[in-house]
C-alpha cells in the first residue's frame, strides 16, 4: 500500500529533527560517525515508525520484527530512533560514548533496550539475521527480520556464506537493506574494493533484489512492501543514498566517515539543516 501523505509529511519531519540531534550530539562529544548515520536516516526511520511491529510493549514478545544495524558504527541515528519509541530515556543520548554510559560506539544488546544484536565488526549482522530469521520459521512466527548493510560492509566475505544460507533455507522472512552510499572508511568502493554489478552478485546467490532511493520515502516504502511480499526467498533492498545526506559540504566524502565536527563546520550545518 502506498504510503499515506499524512505519515510521508511526518516522517520528512522526523528526519529533519533527527538529523540536527545527531550533528548537535556529535558536535557536543567530538566523536562518532555522522557520514553513516546521516545515510541511513530515512532507512531507519520508516522502518520504526511506519513498517515494523516492535513497540515499547512487545520488546520481548517472540512476535515482534526484529531490526539489525550490521553497520554498526551508524549507532548514533539508531539511538535517537530507539530513543524516540521510547525504548530508554532521551536523557541517555547526552552520554553518547561516554564511559560506562548505557550507549557506547557501536550499539550492546546487553545494555541498550531495543539493541537486537550487538553490532559493530562488519559483516556479522547478516549472519545472526539470518539465525534469526530461521529461528522464526521453525517456531512458525510471520515476524520479519531487517538487516541494515553497508556497501563497504559487503566486502567481508562472511555476508556472502550469509547470502548462500539465506537462499538456500529460503528465507522469506529475511530482508537486507543495502545503504549503498558508494563510500566507505577511507576512500569510494570503486577505489578500495570494487562491488561490481551488485544486483547480479545478489541473484547470482539467489536473492530478490529491489532497486530504491533510500532517502526517498515513498520509494523506500514500497521496496520493503515488495520485500514483505516475496515468499520464494530472502529480498534485498539496494538503496542508493549519499553518505553524509543533508550536509552539503559532508555529501560523498569519506572523511566525514569519522571526522570531529568543528565550531565553524557546526555552525554551517546547523544553518543548512534549517533551510531544508
Ligand atoms: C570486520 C571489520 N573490518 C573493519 C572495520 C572498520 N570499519 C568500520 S566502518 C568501515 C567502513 C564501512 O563502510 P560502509 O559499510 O560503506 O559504511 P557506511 O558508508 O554506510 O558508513 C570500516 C572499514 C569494522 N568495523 N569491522
Ligand atoms: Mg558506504
Redesign the pocket.
Known sequence: MTISKEKLNELTVINKRFRRTLIDLLYKIQTG?P??SL??TEILTLLYFEKMNITKENLNSMGRDRFILG????APMLYITLAEKGFFPKEELQNLRQINAMLQGHPCSKTTPGVELST????LGISAGCGMAQGLKLRNEDSMVYVV??????Q?GIVWEAAMAASKFKLNNLVAIL?N?G????GT?EEIMPMGDIRAKWEAFGWHVIEADGHDISSLSDAIDEAKGYKDGPSIINAKTV?GKGISFMEGKNIW?GKPISKDEYEAAIKELEVI
Open positions: 560517525h557520514g553513516g545515510s541511513c553497520k554498526g558504527h551508524a559493530g565488526p562488519l559483516g548493510m553497508g556497501d563497504g560492509e559487503i567481508e545503504d552510499n563510500v566507505q572508511l577511507d568502493v553518505k566517515h
